[in-house]
């Protein structure tokens, strides 16, 4: 199931230096850079009243970069679903698909913070069955002509599903999680599956995901069943310079920015549950974040994909209060120094 390795670029387009316009620029010239590198795709964060999301509307950015782009594949990580009025988002989805030429997937969650959650009045403990309806409805509406559904949360009676996607029967779905529970989840339906955490972690959900895959591989009703080779993922944070100290200190000058927008909407609510988890020593020891020379990053990024067999890398080069110009660089020193080396 691991097969060869493949490369990702991840981004929250968190609130960075200079105007948002010129943010999302410079998004986007990443996005070309990774293009033209061949990267298999470029996933977006969707965050809500925090600027750790300054665009909140993934679909918005996609349609953007599609047409700044020829080859690399686009999926939001994830779609909040209890957010989405379920027929808008099977519409939007097909539009994407075929405005990228088929070159559009699908993230799925119901959301880690309950406080974005709110943002949109949906009451937290209501987003499992919310996000199950949802997907139920989706599945529906992208495999039949018309829409029937009787639900606890939604009701639809004969609508028209006048739009289908490129993609048949609907594009990929991929499901991001750092739990045994949604490991499971994931391996079960057949979702390519992206988490994080240190090495040892990693390797052991991709281990559970390979038992239970293999377990369920013959299921009828996998959500991702037409997709034969799951991608199994892990993301890492980077940074590269010509020294490690060089990187270092860069790194945490932009790290400190985004730490104070990853835990902005939570400190808000006096919640301090993720401060250490994304504190920037803990991530430095653990190899959550790669920071440091060529070589440095190399290593461990090898040892990374040899201890848990993943097939796909994601990174993430731009976050906090780093340059457009230091991403790019840190971006072009993984193309052409790592990249050929671990592929």
């Known amino acids: ?78 779609y909040l679903l209890p957010l989405y009025h379920p027929v808008r988002l099977i519409e939007e989805i097909c539009m994407l698909d075929h405005l990228s030429q ?78 045994q529970s949604g490991v499971e989840y994931a391996a079960t339906h057949g979702y390519n599956f992206l988490s994080l955490g240190p090495p040892g972690l990693v390797a052991s959900l991709m281990n559970q995901y390979r038992e239970i895959s293999v377990a369920h591989a013959g299921d009828k009703e996998r959500i991702n069943g037409h997709v034969a080779a799951p991608k199994m993922g892990a993301m890492r944070q980077i940074y590269i310079a010509d020294t490690d100290a060089e990187a270092l200190s860069d790194a945490e000058r932009g790290y400190a920015d985004w730490y104070r927008s990853i835990t902005q909407l939570w400190h808000r609510h006096n919640d301090n549950s993720y401060d250490e988890f994304f504190d920037w020593n803990a991530c430095l020891g653990a190899e959550t974040i790669l920071i440091g020379s060529v070589d440095k990053v190399r290593d461990q990024i090898r040892e990374l994909v040899e201890l848990s067999g993943i097939n796909y890398f994601v990174g993430s080069f731009a976050w906090g209060s780093l340059t457009p110009a230091q991403s790019q660089r840190s971006l072009d020193l993984f193309i052409n120094e790592i990249m050929p080396s671990i592929g």
């Not at 670029?9 to 990443?30: K, V, Y």
């Not at 665009?55 to 994830?78: D, G, H, K, V, W």
Request: charged letters at 20%; hydrophobic letters at 40%; glycine letters at 8%.
């Open 1 to 78: 199931m691991a097969g060869t390795l493949e490369f990702g670029l991840f981004d929250w387009i968190d609130s960075g230096p200079g105007a948002l316009g010129e943010l999302f620029e410079s998004r986007l010239q990443l996005v070309e850079r990774a293009d033209q590198a061949g990267f298999y795709g470029y996933h977006l964060a969707e965050h809500h009243g925090t600027p750790l999301g300054m665009a909140p509307s993934p679909a918005l950015f996609f349609a953007a970069a599609a047409q700044r782009t020829t080859r690399i594949r686009f999926s939001p990580m994830a």
């Open 102 to 179: 088929g070159r559009f997937e699908i993230g799925v969650s119901r959301g880690v913070s309950p406080y974005e959650i709110k943002c949109f009045n949906v009451d937290p403990e209501q987003t499992r069955e919310i996000f199950t309806e949802t997907l139920e409805i989706f599945r529906a509406g992208m495999c039949n002509e018309v829409l029937n559904y009787d639900g606890k949360h939604y009701q639809f009676n004969d609508v028209p599903m006048a739009i289908k996607p490129l993609q048949q029967p609907y594009p990929p779905l991929w499901y991001p999680s750092f739990s």
